[in-house]
């Protein structure tokens, strides 16, 4: 959370040691949602410290071997994030690892604060991860679900990314989830995580709104590092510009006892959904290493 009062935070603004995003749930402001992105040099090696919180490693571009008290896992990884998705492993609270890279990459760290620690150290493969393409025409993308409700099991954390053609948006009809309703609603700190195709003048934008009791305003230019945290509100569309496919990587969190993904759409707004039925899906979907 930057000091102007806004939730936009380019790249750099938030790095922090050997990190070039570094989001704790103090320097966010809020209770459980925490993300790193890691760049290791050729034989670098970074020792990660869990403490009170679960993490997923989630390599972006490269491959990692990541040693643990549990074993010692070898991520394949990616050559890109619009390339494939990748491996990853999951590690608990109150553990250390060991995270190093022979040929050098970047590496997603996102993590969840959480008193529980039932889940052990394990291996995510590649081919468990669901990918799932979401909406039509304009508002085609691909969402890959790594650590969701039914697809790995955590303690809080949920992690997915979305990857949205240039021109397109994504994260729309605008939506929420920040009350508690059982079966409606889950209350949920959000963390977005963007890069972008097209080298360094490539852009989007992300939009963030609130109610009269609980305002934010955040319409974001964004590009490759920026991240924007949403801790309530509407949020939505993230916009691809036209020429420059955009990814993003959510991270949530929340207080709730159980562990669940449930939004509410904007009521202006939703009836989008319904006309998803008579377009079809962008064919440059999904995107892959042969597009």
């Not at 989001?23 to 990660?48: F, K, N, V």
């Not at 590496?107 to 991860?129: C, I, M, N």
């Not at 409606?184 to 490539?202: K, M, N, P, R, V």
Request: aromatic share 10%; hydrophobic share 30%; glycine share 12%.
């Amino acid at each position: 959370m930057s000091d102007n009062g806004t939730y936009h935070l380019p790249k750099g603004t938030s790095a922090d040691g050997p990190y070039d995003v570094h989001i704790t749930p103090e320097s966010a402001g809020w209770g459980y949602s925490g993300l790193r992105i890691l760049t290791l040099a050729p034989g670098g090696t970074h020792a990660l410290s869990t403490r009170d919180s679960e993490f997923l490693v989630l390599p972006l571009t490269g491959s990692c071997t990541v040693t643990t008290d549990g074993g010692t896992f070898e991520l394949a990884g990616r050559t890109g994030v619009f390339a494939s998705a990748t491996d990853f492993a999951y590690l608990p609270r109150a553990s250390e690892a060991l995270i190093s890279s022979a040929a050098g990459g970047r590496f997603a760290l996102p993590s969840a604060r959480t008193e529980q620690g039932g889940h052990s150290a394990r291996y995510g493969r590649k081919e468990d991860v669901p990918v799932e393409l979401r909406g039509a025409g304009a508002c085609s993308r691909q969402v890959n679900n790594y650590c969701l409700p039914g697809t790995f099991d955590a303690e809080q954390l949920l992690v997915c990314e979305v990857l949205t053609p240039g021109g397109n948006w994504s994260s729309y009809p605008p939506h929420k989830h920040d009350e508690a309703r059982p079966g409606q609603e889950s209350e949920l700190e959000e963390i977005y995580y963007f890069e972008i195709s097209g080298g360094e003048d490539a852009f989007g934008y992300q939009r963030v709104y609130g109610t009269p009791d609980r305002p934010i305003d955040v319409l974001a230019e964004i590009r490759s590092g920026d991240t924007v945290l949403i801790p309530h509100g509407w949020h939505g569309p993230s916009i691809a510009a036209p020429g420059y496919d955009l990814y993003y990587l959510n991270v949530m969190a929340g207080p709730g006892p159980d562990r669940a993904w449930l939004i509410c759409d904007d009521p202006a707004h939703g009836w989008v959904r319904g006309t998803w039925d008579s377009q079809d899906v962008d064919d440059r979907l999904p995107f892959g290493e042969d597009r």
